[in-house]
């Protein structure tokens, strides 16, 4: 197994090299601080797989794996970062793995395997392999929000999040239990919300729809949305009229006519 280090971080770089140095036939073929020239450094070494860093300077970890996955036979991929909020885009990117540092023995162990079962047989069986690999990782549900803390770990169903504010690099989840920050961005999470039941309703603020119990007109550019929890939602004037219509179609609500 030929592998390709990425990493910025000189002491990430070495916790991956200590992991592989008594696995039998496998060797480092390169490391590399940045992603700059990884598909070049790919091709000549004949890389199988690369453990890829996701927050670099210059070419992030997610477009690097897009770069790779252009090649011809591009080697496997796992992601290893301290930030759990990208597991999803990596995933997309037909990520093999992803290791959350710090990863322990038992944790890269199960990569290895893995990555071994993959490897094993003739290039066309590899491919074929990991192509149902993915496409099962493809098809899993995504409804859960996961929020790591040093202390805990919580996770929430995208069902109980009443709305999601943005808080600088940061989002503040109101759900049934409370409120919690999580490291990501509101767009980013927003892709991954079930767009039938969550509406961006200003450049800061997502609302689960049949959460909402009442919009009010507080002058001609200013709107609040009451929510059955009794929070208080701003809605610009932009999402306004796109959100009614939303709202109106997913509570299947009409108006009397007038007697």
Not at 20 to 43: C, G, K, S, Y
Not at 101 to 111: C, I, Y
Request: charged share 25%.
């Amino acid at each position: 197994m030929k592998v390709i280090v990425v990493d910025d971080e000189s002491m990430a770089r070495l916790n991956i090299r200590d992991s592989i140095q008594d696995l039998t036939n496998w060797h480092i073929v390169a490391e590399m601080e940045n992603a700059e020239e990884l598909n070049t450094v790919i091709q000549a070494t004949c890389a199988d797989l690369v453990f890829l860093d996701i927050q670099m300077p210059g070419i992030s970890g997610l477009e690097a794996a897009r770069r790779i996955q252009q090649l011809a036979n591009p080697p496997l991929v796992v992601f290893v970062t301290a930030y759990d909020e990208f597991a999803i885009q990596a995933f997309e990117l037909y990520a093999l793995d992803y290791l959350l540092k710090p990863f322990d023995n038992k944790r890269f162990a199960s990569t290895v395997e893995r990555c071994i079962s993959l490897m094993t047989g003739e290039a066309k069986n590899r491919q074929q392999q990991y192509a149902r690999h993915h496409q099962f990782v493809e098809k899993l549900p995504v409804d859960k929000l996961v929020i790591r803390s040093t202390a805990s770990i919580r996770v929430i169903d995208f069902s109980d999040i009443h709305w999601i504010a943005s808080s600088g690099n940061y989002i503040e989840v109101h759900h049934a239990q409370g409120t919690h920050l999580h490291r990501i961005s509101l767009s980013h999470i927003l892709r991954h919300l079930p767009e039938e039941h969550f509406f961006r309703v200003h450049r800061q603020f997502v609302v689960r729809i049949d959460q909402a119990r009442e919009l009010k007109s507080l002058s001609e550019n200013r709107n609040i949305l009451v929510l059955a929890n009794g929070d208080k939602v701003s809605v610009s004037q932009s999402h306004r009229d796109e959100f009614l219509r939303r709202w109106t179609e997913t509570t299947s609500c009409q108006e009397l006519p007038l007697a």
